[in-house]
């Protein structure tokens, strides 16, 4: 009888000990975002200085895989400010980083069906930072019609939601 008496009181104590610290805990009241949704337009450009970044990085043969860079700015001009980079590989995945004062840190992209066209919907399905835990859908369209695959310009609207705030994503 006397170890049963103890297993509960330990069990008591430690159930107890779990609420308390949730209830104080200084990470619990700290939201990332006032919303339980944001929504972001951006775009992805041809870096201006390309001798400063690698726009198409030629694998080594013992690895094998190319990615290509980015930016990501405010406006569809060239002179935009800059707001990230965008990277996007043969793995299926377009990676988002932002570095601004309102948005630090970066996005994941899923991008299992890609249709080649003017406009294409992926799913956002995670992110660090300021984007911790985001889900949602990220809209891609073509801005303008170039000659060179290079120097498209894609328009990115992005609609996350972060789910410690919200079950749905609002639209």
């Known amino acids: 009888m006397f170890p049963r008496i103890i297993f509960c009181t330990a069990a008591s104590l430690a159930t107890i000990v779990v609420i308390v610290l949730a209830l104080v805990s200084p990470a619990s009241h700290n939201k990332i ?12 450009q041809q870096p201006q200085n390309i001798s400063t970044l690698n726009t198409h990085v030629v694998p080594r043969e013992d690895v094998g895989a190319f990615i290509f860079h980015r930016v990501l700015t405010e406006g569809p001009e060239n002179t935009s400010m800059v707001v990230g980079k965008f990277q996007q590989s043969e793995f299926n995945v377009l990676y988002l980083t932002f570095d601004t004062p309102d948005h630090s840190g970066s996005l994941s992209v899923q991008t299992m069906k890609v249709s080649h066209k003017d406009r294409d919907e992926f799913k956002v399905v995670g992110g660090t930072g300021s984007f911790a835990f985001a889900r949602g859908v990220a809209v891609f369209t073509q801005t303008d019609k170039q000659i060179s695959e290079e120097a498209i310009t894609y328009h990115v609207k992005l609609q996350l939601e972060f789910p410690n705030h919200s079950p749905k994503l609002r639209s």
């Open 33 to 44: 975002h006032s919303r339980p949704w944001l929504d972001l337009s951006l775009y992805i």
